[in-house]
């Protein structure tokens, strides 16, 4: 009789061996090997610093130190939730100062990140479906995107890839995380495990969150990125080895940053988890205003805008008041000259080369004029002869 009941218990201890053993290898093959610390739960919020691969990896790194400086903890003090938890700050993915960088280099490869997705077709197909993109496109839609640094502890949806398919956890990621962002600036791909990211679903602070805490870490500091509605063409962005500002142009990995033209209106240590001042609006283009001629050209004026002739006033009656202008149009014929009984202005006579005459009394007649005569002169008076006698002339030859 006691056989059989041996033998079931020596069953249920295999059995709850093997499902023992099950849970353990389960929890072992979660961390894929890369030294990883078991899965995440699709409603579980995982704490992720910078340089930590997670669960769950697609791809190994393709993260460049070089273009990745690491993460500076803060100094500032911690702030206050609201109680009951609160929706983390959220700032368009355009905000200047969002991200940063090296400049002229890259956080990610890029090229890389293709090349490990193309050689594993399962993990390629659970990729484009994790980010919403055919298989065919996955390598366009990398190379569109722009590899930058997250400059504050942001909230992300998280996938992950398990099993051959995709996972879904929602994530911290810990300020300096290289990413890589799309036309609207939104996190696209985390490059410490080539997942694919997108918008969190949770919408408040996550006061519990597993993971290990890094310093500076503060609920009640954390960003969401929201999609910009219009696509940028650059992204403004911080120089971290220089603490300036930079301008990247979306999809470009470095080779064409420059610096803005219109700088953002902070500094570009400002923390930008407070309040921000607004960015103002670029002014609109006034229009050309037309040039002022030196002098304006008189229009024409048609034969019968030229005043009507008015016969002359006769001397000693008043002049009738009229609403004549006193300039005539400029193609009406001139006035034909009205003599007048009234003093005119006397001008001096021209200059000829005739010697003058003796002085005249304008109360005497005028003499006989002498007749004319071809005859050659003979003799002239010399006013500089001083020596000769007075009504002598000097004779002069011929």
């Not at 090296?102 to 990140?113: H, I, K, L, P």
């Not at 694919?196 to 969401?224: C, F, I, M, N, T």
């Not at 940028?232 to 470095?254: F, K």
Request: contains cysteine.
């Amino acid at each position: 009789m006691h056989a059989p009941t041996r033998m079931c218990r020596a069953v249920l201890a295999v059995l709850s061996a093997g499902i023992l053993v099950t849970a353990g290898c389960a929890r072992e093959s979660g961390s894929g090997g890369q030294g990883t610390e078991g899965t995440a739960e699709a409603d579980e919020v995982l704490l992720q610093p910078a340089a930590a691969q997670g669960p769950d990896p697609f791809t190994r790194s393709t993260v460049d130190p070089a273009g990745a400086p690491p993460a500076v903890p803060r100094t500032a003090p911690p702030r206050k939730a609201a109680p009951g938890g609160r929706a983390p700050h959220t700032l368009p993915g355009s905000t200047p100062g969002l991200y940063g960088g090296t400049r002229s280099v890259a956080s990610c490869d890029v090229g890389q990140q293709v090349r490990l997705l193309a050689a594993d077709p399962a993990r390629e197909e659970a990729f484009a479906q994790a980010a919403g993109v055919p298989r065919a496109g996955v390598a366009d839609f990398l190379r569109g995107l722009t590899p930058v640094v997250l400059r504050a502890d942001t909230r992300v949806g998280n996938h992950g890839f398990r099993a051959g398919s995709a996972t879904t956890f929602e994530s911290v990621l810990q300020a300096g995380t290289a990413v890589m962002v799309d036309g609207h600036g939104l996190p696209r791909v985390r490059c410490a495990c080539g997942n694919p990211l997108s918008r969190p679903a949770g919408a408040e602070d996550p006061e519990g969150a597993s993971g290990e805490k890094w310093a500076g870490y503060d609920p009640a500091r954390l960003v969401v990125v929201a999609p910009t509605v219009k696509a940028v063409t650059d992204l403004v962005v911080v120089d971290a080895d220089h603490n300036s500002w930079m301008e990247r142009p979306v999809g470009d990995e470095g080779a064409r940053d420059h610096t803005p033209e219109a700088p953002p209106p902070y500094a570009p240590g400002t923390d930008i988890t407070g309040p921000l001042p607004d960015v103002p609006p670029a002014k609109p283009k006034e229009p050309e205003r037309p040039k002022k001629s030196a002098a304006p050209t008189p229009s024409p004026s048609a034969p019968g805008d030229c005043p009507t002739p008015i016969d002359p006033t006769p001397p000693g009656e008043a002049v009738a008041a009229t609403d004549e202008p006193a300039v005539a149009p400029t193609d009406c014929p001139a006035p034909t000259a009205v003599p007048s009984d009234g003093p005119t202005e006397e001008y001096p006579p021209l200059p000829t080369d005739e010697p003058p005459g003796p002085p005249t009394d304008p109360d005497e007649p005028p003499g006989p004029v002498p007749p004319m005569t071809d005859e050659p002169q003979t003799a002239i008076e010399l006013p500089w002869q001083e020596d000769a006698p007075v009504g002598i002339a000097e004779p002069v030859g011929g």
